[in-house]
Each structure stands twice: as C-alpha cells, then as structure tokens.
C-alpha cells in the first residue's frame, strides 16, 4: 500500500488568496485557503459583505446539482459551485484539513484547469498535524451506468484512475489515461489540462444561464468545423481525457478521505462519477474506512463509523 494513506493529517502552514471570475456566472470569485485543526476535513464557507452565508463540508451527502460542475449546497443563495479543480489539487497533494473561505458562490475558473491551485499549495506549503490519518479501502467491485457510459470501482492496492472518453468529433475521438495517483503524476500530467467546450453550445449555454465567464483564456474551444480555436493550441497530448481525469479526482475527493482502489470510467463525467460514488457508499461490504483502530464497516454517511471490532 502507498505510504500516502498511512501517517500524519496535514494542512496548509499558512492561508493564500486566490482571485479570478466564476466561469458559470462571469462574477468576480475570490478564495482563500485556511488552515484547520486535525479531523476539521475540507470546509467551503461562503461570504457576502463580510457575513458568512453558508458552510458546507466537502462530502458527498452535501453535493447539490452536477450538470455541469459540482457544487455544495442544494439552493443557489448559498450554493457553493465548480469546487473540483481545486478539490483535486488538495486531494492529489494530500491535504486532509482546510477552509476555503468563498467571496461569490463559485470558485475562480482561472485558466480552466488545477495549476493555479498546486501553485497556491506550493507557496502555502503543507505541513502535518499531530493525528493520524484514516482512509476508505474498496472491497468489491461496484459499477454504475447511463447509457453509453459507465463508471466503476474496484479493488486496488493503491489509488488508480482509468478514465476514457469518446466523442464524435475528430479532433478529440475516444482518449484514455491511465495512472497511479501521486502528487508529482497530477502536477506533471493533470493539473494544466483545461477544460474545453464546443462553441455550438455556448449560445443555448448562455441562455440556460451557463458559461457567462467562458472565454479562451479558460477554456479549449472547438469550432463547428472540428478545429482547437485557441490561438496557442492543446497544452498536453490528449488535454481533454487528461482533463475529465482531473475532474475525475476532484469529485472522487468528495468521498471525505482517500481511498484505496481503482476507479475506471468510460464517457463520463460529473454526474456519472457522483452515483458512482453514491453506489460504493450504498452497497453493503464494497469498501472499508482503515483507521488507527483498524478496518471498521463503512455506514452510509461518511463520519459514520460503527465502533464494532475490525473486519477481515
């Protein structure tokens, strides 16, 4: 097993403020992130006028609306939107503990993908606290679908993402990536894919309320005759699966903890990878929390845990 499930708690060793517009609503959006005490978790507050308006733990029982994001909260007064860029960030870099204190209701779209996010982590820095860390260990295979698509985990003895997608378009087709998670895999390979769109979308996308902070400064865009507008192109080989992975491990961060097993996806996508979380949860015996005290039955809500003896 990694060494990165076992050892300390950690969190940021000083806050960092990160400003930029809310790709959804086109809004300035500011965060800064906070350090926490040892068992605090992730926590998004939102503030208006200096008055917190709402606090949401980054779990899975609190994600609202995944149409095209994830979001925290349920009503759009106090909703909390598009956290999986930097939910990936402080997963893949293992910080356990955090606030991230929100002007707006959605995070900075910056350039469309984490780097910006790794860089506020590099320059906060991440130091450790003095309790030990629990994880989610996958037991048995569990597999959710929707058409076409489908998403699925299983056992592994690490943490593994294989996600593929296939559009009918040439210039993306169908794209895989494969890997290990670690900090340095998502730095390197992850972290500046950008999200993309397609511009015979954007316009039905404005009128629903969407994109209204979309641009070429934060997103891939392809034209209607199968072609990157962007003036200096793709960033990586293959950006746009590289991208939906990096969603991929933003939305798996909502499981409250890390987690050993291999989560594989084909035409997925933020609703996809939410039942199929929601799936491992609900499904007797298919994962496991590994604390200090050993392997405990995993109950449906996260902090949930019995205080029975361990299991095999």
């Not at 965060?31 to 606090?55: M, N, W």
């Not at 149409?67 to 759009?76: F, I, M, S, W, Y």
């Not at 598009?82 to 960030?89: D, F, L, P, S």
Request: hydrophobic share 40%; aromatic share 8%; with cysteine.
């Amino acid at each position: 097993m990694s060494s990165g499930f076992f050892g300390l708690q950690t969190t940021v060793a000083k806050s960092v403020r990160i400003s930029g517009i809310g790709v959804h609503s086109g809004k300035p959006a500011t965060i800064t992130l906070q350090p926490a005490e040892a068992d605090h978790g992730i926590v998004f507050e939102r503030y208006a006028g200096g008055r917190r308006i709402s606090s949401f733990q980054a779990v899975s029982d609190n994600v609202g609306p995944t149409a095209l994001c994830t979001v925290l909260g349920e009503h759009p007064g106090e909703w909390i939107a598009t956290i999986e860029h930097v939910m990936a960030a402080l997963y893949a870099f293992g910080v356990d503990n955090l606030v991230v204190a929100v002007e707006g209701g959605e995070m900075p779209i910056m350039d469309g993908s984490s780097r910006v996010f790794v860089e506020a982590l590099d320059e906060a820095g991440i130091i450790t606290l003095p309790e030990k860390r629990s994880y989610l260990k996958v037991t048995k295979t569990v597999r959710v679908e929707n058409g076409a698509g489908w998403a699925e985990f299983t056992p592994y003895d690490g943490t593994r993402f294989e996600v593929e997608i296939d559009f009918d378009t040439p210039v993306i087709g169908r794209q895989k990536w494969t890997g290990d998670m670690s900090a340095e895999t998502f730095r390197t390979e992850l972290s500046g894919a950008r999200t993309f769109g397609f511009m015979r979308d954007v316009e039905p996308m404005w009128a629903r309320g969407f994109a209204l902070g979309s641009s070429l400064e934060n997103s891939v865009v392809i034209s209607d005759d199968n072609r990157v507008i962007n003036p200096e192109g793709l960033r990586y080989e293959q950006e746009f699966v590289r991208h939906k992975t990096l969603d991929a491990v933003g939305d798996l961060a909502m499981m409250g903890m890390r987690f050993a097993g291999c989560f594989r996806s084909y035409r997925g996508g933020h609703a996809l990878n939410a039942a199929a979380v929601r799936k491992l949860f609900e499904t007797p015996g298919a994962c496991v929390i590994v604390s200090p005290r050993g392997a405990l039955p995993f109950r449906l809500r996260q902090g949930d845990v019995v205080a029975a003896g361990p299991v095999s």
